[in-house]
């Protein structure tokens, strides 16, 4: 009788064990986080698509306390929400900055037009 008490403390130390394993750092998700908040920034979010770009850099900031406070779940999931919302940003600068160039270049066209029709004989 004493194989079924061996196998109870057996699995029980290795439940034990396996509670108390915790999260790694999610240290490549901050990395890959902050590099798509920099780049965003450098793409002209900031003025272009503030809100984004604040909550980008909320949830970064957010990821960091996490990862101090060793809650590498939360950090994890944190990291994710600012990158997408990072991306976010830094596509709506791109299509804010696209439409300005397709304006101006609309407006060139017309000004040429414009030019071509006074000087027509």
């Known amino acids: 009788m004493r194989t079924p008490s061996l196998i ?4 029980a130390s290795l439940l034990l064990a396996a509670g108390c394993a915790s999260t790694p750092p999610p240290n490549a998700d901050m990395a ?3 590099a798509a908040v920099a780049h965003a920034a450098a793409a002209g979010a900031p003025e272009l698509a503030p809100l984004e770009m604040r909550m980008a850099r909320e949830k970064l900031e957010r990821a960091q306390v996490a990862m101090g406070n060793r809650d590498y779940d939360a950090a994890r999931m944190l990291a994710s929400e600012s990158q997408a919302d ?3 940003a830094e596509s709506k600068a791109d299509s804010v900055k696209a439409r300005k160039a397709a304006d101006e270049t609309q ?3 017309r000004a040429l037009r414009e030019e071509m029709s006074r000087k027509a004989p």
Do not use: M, S
């Open 8 to 11: 109870i403390t057996a699995c």
């Open 32 to 34: 890959v986080t902050i």
């Open 86 to 88: 990072a991306q976010l």
């Open 107 to 109: 407006e060139a066209g």
